[in-house]
C-alpha cells in the first residue's frame, strides 16, 4: 500500500500541532482508518505523542494502542497518566488490553486494572503466556445457554445487541460453563421459538485448549476456514475466543520466525532497526558458526602436508563444499517448512529422505561430471577431475541426507527445526566435503603431483 | 492436527469398499469436515477415488475438489465422467470452479461450462492471471444499489436469503455496476425504509484493482482486517469479492515462496514429494552456485603459489568465507522479510545499510579478535592471527553492505529480492573473503614462511 497519503495528511497534522491548532490535528487523525492512524501516530515526536493522545476520542486512542507495534505500545503507556490510560485501555478489545498490560510495568499494570471498567474481561487473559492459545483468545462477547429456549435466545441477542461481526458463529455453553455446541444466527430464526437451544445447537464443535500451542490453533483456524475459535480450560469450559484478526498475525509472526531462524537469528523478530537488538540476536550465532567452522579447519589441518604439495587443489574447496552448502540448505528448507505447514506425516518421512538421498544422487551424478569436466579442462589433470568430480557426487549425496534427516530428528525431539538444524547441516557438507575431497586426493597423490 | 482420527475413518472406508459396501463408504465420508474428507480421499487409489466421487452428495464432492491440491483436484477432474462433473462443479465456489477449469484441459473445460447452470458466474473469473487480484476474487453473492429505498435493500436480501458468512460487508453498487459504497446489516436495520441506500453507506471502501497483485490484496486485507475485499475493473465497475479464507492461502504461499527462494529453489512450491520436480527446481540453483562457487575458485587459483608455501593459512578458509557468508546471510534475510511485510521505505532504505555497516563493523571487531587470538594460540603464528581477524573484519563489513544494498537494489529494479540476492551476497562473500584474506597473506608472506 502506497504510505504518501498519510504521509499528506501526517504533514498536515505536523503543522497544526505546530500552530497549537490541536482540534484541526485531531480532526485530521481520527479520519484515518486504525492502521494509518498508528502509522502516522509512531511518526509524531514523544511529546506530541502525549498531547495528542489524551485529545482523541478514547475509541481512536484505543484503536492506536491497539495497531501500534507492541514496545511502541508500551512506552507511549507508560509514559501516560494512570486515569488517561485506563478509560482507554478500557476501549480496547480484552485481548488486545490484556497484551498492553503484560507490557509495561506490573505496578502500573496493577493499578490501572483496580480503576478500570471492564477489568474482569481482561484479568482473566492475563494467566496465559503470549504464545499459547489462551494468550491469544479474547473473552467471548455473545455466549448462549444450552437450557434456555431459542426466543429466550434471540431476546437475549436483542438485549446485548452485537455488532454482527460478532454473530458470526453463537457458541452454547452449559449452566457450569461447559462449551456444548454452535449455533448459526439462521438456524435460530428458523426454529421454533419455544426449542431449547441444546436441540437446535451443532454439538460438534471446534475447539482448542488454553494451553495449546498458538501456532497450532492458527493452523486449525486456516485449515478449517474457521472466523473464531473457542478456547476451554481443561474442565471443557468455554474461556474466551480467538478471533480471525490473530490468525494472520500469528501466521505472519511464525513464518519471519522460521524464515529468521533458516537465516541464522535467533530470538524474537526484531521489530525495529535498533542495532543493540540486532547485535544480540546475531552475534552468538556467528560465533557458534565460528565453532562449526574451526571443525572444518581442524579437518583441513589434517591434510597440510597433501595441500602443501598440490596447493591446486585448493581452487575446489569452494565447489566442494559450497555447492553441496547449497544442496544441504535447499533440502533443509523444503524439510522445515513442510514440517511447518503440517504436510508432513510420520509415514512420509522415510520416504521423504529416501527421496533425497535419490535426488542428491541424481544432481551429483549431473554436477560431478560437470565440474569433473571443468577441472580436467582447466587444470589440464584428469586425476584431479575424477577426485573433484567424486567428492561432489558424495558430498551431495551427504548432504541429501543430513538436510532431510536433522530436521525430521529435531522435530521428533521436540526442539524446533529452523533453529538448530541450518548450523548442523552446514557442518556436515563442509566437513564431510573437505575430508573425502582431500583424503580421495591424499589416496591419488602420486599421480597428482 | 493429529490425523489418526482421519486415519480410523479411512480404514474404516477401506474396509467397506473391500466388501462393496458403498452407502457405509459415502455416511463415513459424509460425517467428516470438507478438509478430513479430502485428506481421507486423496489417500485412497484412483480407481476408489472414482466410484466414490459420483455416489457422494454434489455438495461433499465439491467440496472434496475445492480441499484437494490443485493437481490433485485437476487429475480427478479430467477422470470423471462430463455431466457428473458439471454437477459437482456447479456446487463450488465460483473462485474454486473458475481455478478447476484453468487446470483441466481446455476442451474438456468449454464443454463444462456449455452445461453448467452457473457458468454465468464462473465464465468472468477465468480471465484474471492467478497471480492477481481478479484470479483471486469470486462473484459477489448480494450487491445493494445505491438509489433503491432501505426497504427494498431489505426486501432484496430476505428474497436472496444469504447465509450471514456473506453480509458482513454489503457492497454498494450504482446502476452502471460502479462500486460506491459499502453498508452493515445493522445500518440499514436502524436506518429509515425510505432513506436510499447510498445515503446510508459509507462511501470510503477499501477495493482493489483486478490487475493488482494477488500479495497486495492480502496485505490490504491482513492490514485492515477485512474479512471481504471488493474487486472493481479500470471503469469501477465492481468485478467480484476477495474472501478471507484466499487470505490465508496467499500469505502462506507468499511466505512459502520466500522461504524457497531464500534456500535457493525457485519455481512453484512442491506440493507433492516428485522428485523429478524437485530436480526441477533445484539443479538450475545448484549450477548457478557452480558458476559463483568457479568465481572463487579463480581467487583462489591466483593465490596459488602463496597457498602452495604456507599451507596452513588454508585451515582458516572456512572461518574468513563461511562465517562471514552467514553475517551476508543475516543481513540479507532480515532485509528480504521486511521488505516482503512492507516495513521499509524508501526513507528507512539508506538507514538500513547504514546500520548494516555498524552491525558488520562491530561483529567484526569481535569475530576477528577471537579468530585471530584462536589462530594464534593454534598455530603460534602472531601474523597468522593478524592477517585472519583483519580478513574476517574486513569481510564481515562487506557482508553487511551486501546483504542489505543488493536485496534493496533487486526490489527498486523490480526483481524479487529473494530470488537472486542469495546467491549474488554468497559470491561476494566468498570472492572478498578469499582475496582479501590471501591478498593480505601474501604481503606479508615474508614473516609467515
Request: aromatic content about 8%; hydrophobic content about 45%.
Given at each position: 500500500l502506497d504510505r504518501s497519503p498519510v504521509d499528506q495528511v501526517l504533514e498536515k497534522v505536523r503543522l497544526a500541532v505546530t500552530r497549537g491548532d490541536w482540534d484541526v490535528a485531531v480532526a485530521l487523525v481520527e479520519g484515518l482508518r486504525p492502521p494509518d492512524q498508528a502509522d502516522l501516530f509512531s511518526d509524531l515526536p514523544p511529546v506530541t505523542q502525549d498531547e495528542l493522545l489524551p485529545r482523541l476520542d478514547s475509541e481512536d486512542s484505543a484503536d492506536i494502542l491497539e495497531e501500534l507495534e507492541e514496545e511502541a505500545a508500551a512506552e507511549v503507556a507508560t509514559r501516560l497518566e494512570l486515569r488517561a490510560l485506563a478509560r482507554i485501555v478500557d476501549e480496547m478489545e480484552p485481548d488486545e488490553a490484556a497484551d498492553l498490560l503484560g507490557d509495561i510495568p506490573s505496578e502500573q499494570a496493577t493499578e490501572i486494572l483496580s480503576v478500570m471498567e471492564e477489568a474482569d474481561k481482561v484479568r482473566p487473559l492475563?494467566?496465559?503466556?503470549?504464545?499459547?492459545a489462551g494468550g491469544l483468545m479474547t473473552s467471548a462477547k455473545v455466549v448462549l445457554r444450552g437450557p434456555h429456549t431459542v426466543a429466550q435466545a434471540l431476546h437475549h441477542l436483542r438485549e446485548v445487541?452485537?455488532?454482527?461481526?460478532?454473530?458470526?458463529y453463537l457458541f452454547v455453553t452449559e449452566e457450569d460453563d461447559r462449551l456444548v455446541g454452535v449455533v448459526s444466527l439462521r438456524q435460530l430464526i428458523v426454529?421454533?421459538?419455544?426449542?431449547?437451544v441444546r436441540d437446535v445447537m451443532d454439538p460438534d464443535v471446534i475447539h482448542m485448549h488454553a494451553d495449546a500451542d498458538r501456532e497450532e490453533a492458527a493452523r486449525v483456524m486456516a485449515r478449517y476456514d474457521l472466523l473464531a475459535l473457542p478456547v476451554v480450560d481443561t474442565a471443557g469450559r468455554l474461556m474466551g475466543l480467538i478471533t480471525h484478526d490473530d490468525l494472520v498475525d500469528v501466521l505472519e509472526k511464525e513464518a519471519t520466525e522460521d524464515i529468521y531462524r533458516l537465516g541464522g537469528i535467533a530470538g524474537?523478530?526484531?521489530?525495529?532497526?535498533?542495532i543493540r537488538g540486532a547485535l544480540w540476536t546475531r552475534l552468538p550465532w556467528l560465533v557458534l558458526n565460528l565453532g562449526t567452522a574451526l571443525s572444518s579447519a581442524a579437518v583441513l589441518s589434517m591434510f597440510e602436508d597433501t595441500i602443501a604439495r598440490?596447493?591446486?587443489?585448493?581452487?575446489f574447496f569452494p565447489v566442494v563444499a559450497g555447492v553441496s552448502g547449497s544442496a544441504g540448505t535447499q533440502t533443509l528448507t523444503v524439510t522445515v517448512r513442510l514440517l511447518a505447514l503440517g504436510e508432513i506425516s510420520r509415514k512420509d518421512a522415510l520416504a521423504g529422505v529416501a527421496r533425497e538421498v535419490v535426488i542428491g544422487l541424481t544432481n551429483g551424478v549431473a554436477i560431478g561430471a560437470l565440474i569433473g569436466l571443468i577441472a580436467l579442462l582447466w587444470k589440464g589433470t584428469p586425476v584431479l577431475g575424477l577426485v573433484v568430480g567424486v567428492a561432489t557426487l558424495l558430498n551431495l549425496i551427504s548432504a541429501g541426507i543430513s538436510g532431510a534427516l536433522i530436521p525430521l530428528a529435531m522435530e521428533r525431539l521436540h526442539l524446533?527445526?529452523?533453529?538448530?538444524s541450518p548450523v548442523l547441516v552446514t557442518t556436515i557438507t563442509d566437513g564431510f566435503g573437505y575430508f573425502v575431497y582431500l583424503g580421495l586426493a591424499t589416496l591419488v597423490l602420486s599421480t597428482l603431483v
Open positions: 492475563l494467566d496465559y503466556p503470549d504464545d499459547s445487541a452485537p455488532d454482527s461481526e460478532d454473530v458470526y426454529a421454533a421459538p419455544t426449542a431449547l524474537e523478530q526484531p521489530t525495529d532497526f535498533a598440490v596447493a591446486v587443489l585448493t581452487a524446533d527445526p529452523a533453529l538448530v
